[in-house]
T-cell receptor
């Protein structure tokens, strides 16, 4: 199993550009998450999904959108990129909430200039 | 008061030392307590999980939860250079917010040979 994969690994965007961060998991997990990690700040939840077609906002959803058309894929869309969105983005998946282990991807490092 | 407080360090110890990492929290509804380990430029991975109060041991690692004091700890015995990483505490409740893991900022640990 590849686990959780993310593409691209790195990206530089100009202010106002848009992009999609891809996330795929092969563990048949229903629950998927997007986090951002700023230096020294821990992880903040952006969006999460409990299954195909069902998504909801986390703590910091502004400036982002998600979709979940399949169990495997959970892309994150950035519209009108801003310098405040410079961060490392992690996708994760799990079998449930609460104490269930979340499996993280390797991350995408995004810089907005 | 932040929901989860974690001393970011950095912490530098010699090989073989006992390491103590700690988090305090304010939300008495938290029931699930986790420690994630994150190597440089990688995604976090679950290291230890504890439900409610008590201790859990796994090899050189011991996790302790004291719900009365709202305090959790991770002890690493006989620390090794391979333990050098950022350690993130994470917590979740069992109620309506159990979709969300609340992370500490992380403590950067370096074990020197």
């Amino acid at each position: 199993n590849a686990g959780v994969t993310q593409t691209p690994k790195f990206r530089i965007l100009k202010i106002g550009q848009s992009m999609t961060l891809q996330c795929t998991q092969d563990m048949n997990h229903n629950y998927m998450y997007w986090y951002r990690q700023d230096p020294g700040m821990g992880l903040k939840l952006i969006y999460y999904s409990v299954g195909a077609g069902i998504t909801d906002k986390g703590e910091v959803p502004n400036g982002y959108n998600v979709s979940r058309s399949t169990t495997e894929d959970f892309p994150l869309r950035l519209e009108l990129a801003a310098p405040s969105q410079t961060s490392v983005y992690f996708c994760a998946s799990s079998t449930g909430f609460g104490g269930n282990e979340q499996f993280f991807g390797p991350g995408t490092r995004l810089t907005v200039l | 008061q932040k929901e989860v407080e974690q001393d970011p360090g950095p912490l530098s110890v010699p090989e073989g030392a006992i390491v103590s990492l700690n988090c305090t929290y304010s939300n008495s509804a938290f029931q699930y307590f986790m420690w994630y380990r994150q190597y440089s430029r990688k995604g976090p991975e679950l290291l230890m999980y504890t439900y409610s109060s008590g201790n859990k041991e796994d090899g050189r690692f011991t996790a302790q939860v004291d719900k009365s004091s709202k305090y959790i700890s991770l002890f690493i015995r006989d620390s090794q250079p391979s333990d050098s990483a950022t350690y993130l505490c994470a917590m979740s409740d069992s109620g309506g917010s159990n979709y969300k893991l609340t992370f500490g900022k992380g403590t950067l640990l370096t074990v020197n040979p």
